[in-house]
Nanobody, 120 residues
Framework: QVQLVESGGGLVQAGGSLRLSCAAS????????MGWYRQAPGKQRELVAV???????NYADFVKGRFTISRDNAKSTVALQMNSLKPEDTAVYYC??????????????WGKGTLVTVSP
């Protein structure tokens, strides 16, 4: 069974930085893509950033220049470095991965989320 576990959320002042990490575990054969989504109270979940196995990245316009996504294929981890945080970045951040495992063809997996709170 595949699991995604996030860490690194917390409370930070506007202008500060946080680093989120996510580790995938289980009977993984291949991870096609890993990324981060977020969901603020009363809003829909939205894409923040994604990185595919070849290293290409895609960012939402609202984080370009502030956030950086990185991946360690050997460790099956993905990280999100968040700089110049704004109060509007406050949300639950979810790790997402497209994974092929020994028991399941390519499927989408989600972590349980980690809360990021940015105070004014």
């Amino acid at each position: 069974q595949v699991q995604l576990v996030e860490s690194g959320g917390g409370l930070v002042q506007a202008g500060g930085s946080l680093r989120l990490s996510c580790a995938a575990s289980g009977s993984i054969l291949n991870i096609n893509a890993m990324g981060w989504y977020r969901q603020a109270p009363g809003k829909q979940r939205e894409l923040v950033a994604v990185i595919i196995s070849g290293g290409s990245t895609n960012y939402a316009d609202f984080v370009k220049g502030r956030f950086t996504i990185s991946r360690d294929n050997a460790k099956s981890t993905v990280a999100l470095q968040m700089n110049s945080l704004k109060p509007e970045d406050t949300a639950v951040y979810y790790c997402n991965a497209l994974i092929t495992s020994t028991t399941r063809a390519r499927a989408n997996y989600w972590g349980k989320g980690t809360l990021v709170t940015v105070s004014p």
